[in-house]
């Protein structure tokens, strides 16, 4: 069967599916396995412990209550598929996947087709960097970046807006007013925030041991925790301290300037557009596999074409189906389903 994606879902089912005796190959873009994160911001951490960051048989290095920073993330996932022999093939970006007569045709940017019964799909919870229209309105001298491409604050001049009120953005904003910049946080509601530690305990040991990691997401509570997403480790009384300036939901943008929801607006001279990923699957070219987003419809992993499966999209199942700590209980299930 082919996985299309080696990033911690890929590798995670793959853990599974050698252990099962299924044959496998995984297939990834980048030219190494867990470039998706070294190509991060410089100062991105986990927010998951250690202790609940590991893929199935090999820990993640380290103290188990300290929090992996990004290079340690990628090197680990390259560490993972070379200690468990995983059969990953690097520089593989899919680009077309069709069916005919009952097996899967998977066309890759090198021009190699493969031929398979099985097909899963793991690229990741993120997708595509998503930046909205309203940002061809800025002069072209302004700089522009999705928060996927920021690394530090020494690529951008002092005056900067970030549009974006979720976790990248509190942690994008309060590094560049950390640094000296002076930073609009434009955000289009007001999310909830937790911090990172609870009683003396760090936020996702009470998620575990309460099993409200594991709430479906289509349970009541796990409903509520969707539509609820909180902001980690971030308040904003300590973005507002560092010097943040909270904005409105940006409406339109115009020359140098953003202009948000109550009338107000600032002028910038950089914008960070930490505005989410979409998925766009319109590379599967298999009737009745896409839903009307274009985005591979799906259930608990499964989908309604026999045999092309999902794995470590966002509240695929619960709030850990994305998780590095978590993915494996998704892996471990579709493992024994694919087996059969």
């Known amino acids: 069967m082919a996985v299309v994606g080696a990033g911690q879902a890929g590798l995670a089912l793959g853990y599974y599916l050698d252990r099962l005796g299924v044959s496998f190959r995984l297939l990834d873009s980048s030219d190494r396995v867990g470039a998706s994160w070294s190509q ?5 951490t986990l927010f998951t412990p250690r202790r609940y960051s590991s893929l199935p048989g090999l820990e993640l290095p380290g103290d188990t209550w300290s929090y992996a920073g990004k290079d340690e993330v990628a090197d680990y996932l390259k560490d993972y598929a070379h200690h468990f022999a995983l059969p990953v093939q690097t520089g593989s970006r899919a680009t077309r996947l069709s069916r005919v007569d009952g097996k899967f045709l998977l066309d890759l940017a090198t021009g190699e087709q493969i031929v398979s019964r099985q097909v899963v799909i793991a690229t990741g919870a993120f997708g595509k960097a998503f930046t909205p229209s309203l940002a061809d309105s800025l002069d072209a001298d302004i700089t522009q970046l999705h928060a996927e491409k920021y690394r530090n604050p020494n690529m951008l001049p002092e005056n900067v807006a970030v549009v974006g009120g979720g976790n990248s953005g509190f942690q994008i904003a309060h590094e560049l007013a950390q640094a000296g910049k002076r930073v609009a946080l434009s955000e289009g509601a007001q999310l909830p925030t937790l911090p990172q ?3 003396g305990r760090d936020l996702f040991w009470w998620l575990t041991s309460t099993r409200l990691i594991h709430a479906p997401g289509d349970s009541r509570t796990g409903r509520r925790m969707r539509a609820n997403e909180p902001i980690i480790g971030a308040p904003r009384r300590m973005l507002q301290d560092a010097g943040v300036k909270f904005c409105p939901r940006t409406v339109s943008a115009k020359g140098n300037r953003l202009l948000f929801a109550d009338g107000e607006h600032v002028d910038v001279e950089a914008v960070i557009w930490a505005t989410g990923y979409k998925h766009d699957d319109r590379w599967i070219e298999i ?3 896409l839903d009307a987003h274009g985005v591979l419809a799906q259930e608990d992993g499964a989908t309604a074409i026999p045999g092309l499966y999902v794995l470590g999209r966002s509240w695929q199942r619960d709030r850990g189906s994305a998780l590095l700590g978590y993915v ?13």
């Open 287 to 289: 009737p009745g596999a």
């Open 197 to 199: 530690r609870l009683l």
């Open 40 to 44: 991060r911001w410089d100062s991105l």
């Open 328 to 340: 494996h209980r998704d892996a471990e299930r579709l493992a024994r389903r694919v087996e059969a």
